[in-house]
T-cell receptor, first 114, second 114 residues
């Protein structure tokens, strides 16, 4: 049972435009969400996170939006740059002091077209 | 600053051979440690996590085992590899405190079982 879903396996966006990556989850107990960026043959790099008590978190070109009622979150990258081409993973966890375990989506491959 | 290292970076092993992947964390104490695997075309799957020396929890039934002989050392092992063990293995850590909701990953290890 895939509790975190990224239904778009790939996405192509023109350089300078906005990239929107989507993620849906089924477990209402998730209360913390993270986005990771991954290049081939490298470990994922943490990008941005959001607590379930918020609906938006912004860090530079990256903004994450959370819609709890829809169990949906999205990552916006503005403006998109060629270096943003990578696989993006959405992840969720249930905050439990000393026992944080991430549940990952299957990833979306973002390609930025120059 | 905290850093995490895992090795070897790439490994080609025959079916039935043993496996040992090692991970160490620097700059922190008493971290939570994790082993994830990314199989081809799939998301990141949690294999093991550890909240302390000698404390290992397994998330999925599998051909692998994990050990934590020291506070900042986490080892992934197998006595006899299967073809299905091929994949990209990632060590990760998080700090045990209420704000430690972010997990950081190592560089990853490519395992090909032939």
């Amino acid at each position: 049972d895939q509790q975190v879903k990224q239904n778009s396996p790939s996405l192509s966006v023109q350089e300078g435009r906005i990239s929107i990556l989507n993620c849906d989850y089924t477990n209402s107990m998730f209360d913390y969400f993270l986005w990771y960026k991954k290049y081939p043959a490298e470990g994922p790099t943490f990008l941005i996170s959001i607590s379930s008590i918020k609906d938006k978190n912004e860090d530079g070109r990256f903004t994450v939006f959370l819609n709890k009622s829809a169990k949906h979150l999205s990552l916006h990258i503005v403006p998109s740059q060629p270096g943003d081409s990578a696989v993006y993973f959405c992840a969720a966890l249930i905050s439990n002091f000393g026992n944080e375990k991430l549940t990952f989506g299957t990833g979306t491959r973002l390609t930025i077209i120059p | 600053s905290q850093t995490i290292h895992q090795w070897p970076a790439t490994l080609v092993q025959p079916v039935g051979s043993p496996l040992s992947l090692e991970c160490t964390v620097e700059g922190t104490s008493n971290p939570n440690l994790y082993w994830y695997r990314q199989a081809a075309g799939r998301g990141l799957q949690l294999l093991f996590y550890s909240v302390g020396i000698g404390q290992i929890s397994s998330e999925v039934p599998q051909n692998l085992s994990a050990s934590r002989p020291q506070d900042r050392q986490f080892i992934l092992s197998s006595k006899k590899l299967l073809l299905s063990d091929s994949g990209f293995y990632l060590c990760a850590w998080s700090v045990q405190n209420p704000s430690g909701n972010t997990i950081y990953f190592g560089e990853g290890s490519w395992l090909t079982v032939v």
